[in-house]
């Protein structure tokens, strides 16, 4: 890359030509200077197949631009990248805030490398906005993984709604296994909706908890309990170890009374871990690794790729519906004074849903 | 009611004049004789207001019709009986099969009328179709209910969509409120999505239970507990009081180690009841009225009823524009192609639905 790079500049350099007299407004000349050069998407899928991270860095900043041009050249990025996608193991990790996620993703991600993993940390958090980068915003916080050549690692995108920011996640995947990453990381939050964003885009999905005072699992919410297909305790290190064990064990008991229907073959495993002494992690690894080549074994692991597909799909379908039918003027015009109606029953849901749409329909031939 | 179709029938045979000689096609002039007549949109509302079940019932007949005069004519009935609708409290039944949901029903209806109360009995069945009505489609299971004069029993609609099916109950609901029926029980199977259609109209959702082999949890999906208001383990009677004790203590806990994000002021009780020996139905009761003064008293009642007519409005409008979108013709012949680029990975997700999304808009301005 950096290479690259320096083609442009000294091309950028030779333009200049004979230096010239200084002009009225200096920054008119500069400007240009200042802007990263753009590449070609030839350019960019080259060197996102040559391994290049600084490409590929700059590649995902196309995809979460919000300007018409880029979102153009992104979606040629993508396209050219897909047939050397999809070869990765995609794992999502959640937790509450004060699990550990990021130690645990550092440990956890070192091992990978030293084993021989190329691996890819992104995050999905739709409220980075505002709460200013909660998850991997604060690299430092895996320095040590951060400095390896082998990794990759990509905060979150932090504007747009919950399905703008997976949308980009999932495009980031596709560059990233183009770019040669064997395994992706998505972390997210512990709370609302974006576990269930993440988990529609990962092969396996690891639940990560922590030993408290007795009601440690108030703050997991049962939905996310059921898609996870293994918990992990972890800080089980020191004087919490006890704590951890037990903790291992109510939720392993609890697992037994709710089952997790969507699992057939797999009985969600419950371990406990130390990302501070790196007890633990290899197992993790070698249990993860274990029910990916079981799934691949028996077709479910491709079957649930297609079934990631067809949802991402129908859901993106879904999303672009109700945009244009809630931005549409007649409709917006209508909207309020028949929802009020509704709730004054005067009016049947179904009555102001089908005026509604009849509405719509008309808008849409004029 | 037997005066109106009185009055029917001899205005019917009045008309008959003096009698004609025998037709070529015997037929053709007894066939009008045969369909049941045709009340208007006010004989049908004002039958309703006055308690009329056979009214009642015809009206939800033709709720459940297909024809599309008969649509018309119920959309009229409904939106004159909304402004009477509203004022009973409608509860929620579901339970794994053989948790005796009938019988319960029956014991715990007749306890209520035996209160001053006049209750409703519909149903959620999407499957009924299949299983030939497998819940309240023998009204002989509630032989002792259904001759009640203050009792009206009316079995799952039986074709269609979930949507479909539970769009028919909401309206049957309104009907039967404003017939002047004071507690709506909503009956549903405890396997599938339909637990979530009933779940979002109704103001109490009872979860019904057995004592098992240790494994009883197993045949509940953990995202049916999280709905439940109550949980009833019923069948403890005789031998078996001893198990279902045990099993209400093991579900006590479970909920402990899961409680319900979603209820702030309500602890899920979980009780033991017989439908056989008719003991604790009292106290279920009692438990239900707490619930709902508790929930009118701080404003979460009406608060629910405006929540779930905003969804059932998004919902209704959700599924009119996915039925737009897929079966417009021009979607309909790319649809397939581009799904099958997709999974071979020749084209994103994204690019695929952004592909079908400007077809179809283009479709509608021709």
């Given amino acids: 890359m950096d290479n690259i790079q320096n083609d442009y500049q000294s091309a950028l350099h030779v333009n200049d030509g004979i230096p010239q007299p200084a002009q009225v407004n200096p ?12 590449l070609t998407t030839l350019e960019y899928v080259d060197g996102i197949r040559a391994h290049d991270r600084t490409v590929l860095s ?20 993508i396209n050219a990248c897909i047939p050397f996608s999809g070869k990765s193991v995609r794992i999502g990790i959640t937790g509450v805030p004060g699990a550990g996620k990021s130690t645990f993703i550092e440990c956890f991600g070192n091992h990978l490398i030293a084993s021989g993993h190329r691996i890819a940390v992104l995050a999905v958090d739709p409220s980075s906005e505002i709460s200013k980068g909660s998850i991997l ?15 990759f690692i990509r905060p979150s995108p932090s504007a747009g709604s919950l399905g703008g920011v997976a949308r980009k996640t999932r495009e980031s995947i596709i560059l990233c ?4 990453f064997d395994t992706i990381l998505v972390e997210t939050v512990g709370v609302g909706q974006s576990e269930t964003a993440v988990h529609s885009m990962v092969d396996f999905f690891l639940l990560l908890t922590i030993a408290g005072a007795g009601d440690e699992l108030q703050g997991i919410k049962r939905g996310i309990m059921e898609m996870a297909n293994a918990i992990v305790v972890n800080k089980a290190d020191g004087e919490n170890r006890h704590r951890a064990e037990l903790t291992r064990r109510q939720l392993a008991n609890a697992l037994q009374l709710f089952p997790n229907h969507n699992q057939t073959e797999w009985k969600t495993p419950v371990l406990t871990a130390s990302a501070l002494d790196g007890s633990n992690i290899p197992e993790i690894w070698g249990m993860i690794s274990s029910y ?7 077709g479910s692991f491709g079957q649930r790729r297609i079934r990631q597909s067809e949802e991402c799909l129908k859901s993106y379908i879904e999303e672009r519906l109700f945009n244009l039918f809630y931005s549409n003027p007649d409709v917006r015009e209508d909207l309020e004074p028949l929802r009020r109606q509704m709730l004054e029953q005067k009016l049947s849901a179904y009555t102001a849903g089908g005026l509604l749409i009849d509405k719509y329909i008309q808008s849409l031939k004029h």
Same sequence: chains 1, 2.
């Avoid at 700059?58 to 300007?67: C, G, N, Y």
């Avoid at 915003?137 to 990794?151: C, I």
């Avoid at 080549?293 to 028996?298: A, F, L, P, V, Y």
């Fill in 27 to 38: 920054y008119l000349k500069k400007k240009p200077l200042k802007r990263a050069p753009q």
């Fill in 177 to 180: 296994e183009a770019a040669g």
């Fill in 137 to 151: 915003g604060d690299k430092t916080r895996m320095e040590t993984l951060s400095v390896q050549p082998h990794a």
């Fill in 292 to 298: 990916i080549s079981r799934m691949k074994g028996n």
């Fill in 58 to 77: 700059k590649a995902i900043t196309l995809i979460e631009s919000s300007l018409p041009e880029h979102y153009a050249q992104a979606q040629e990025i």
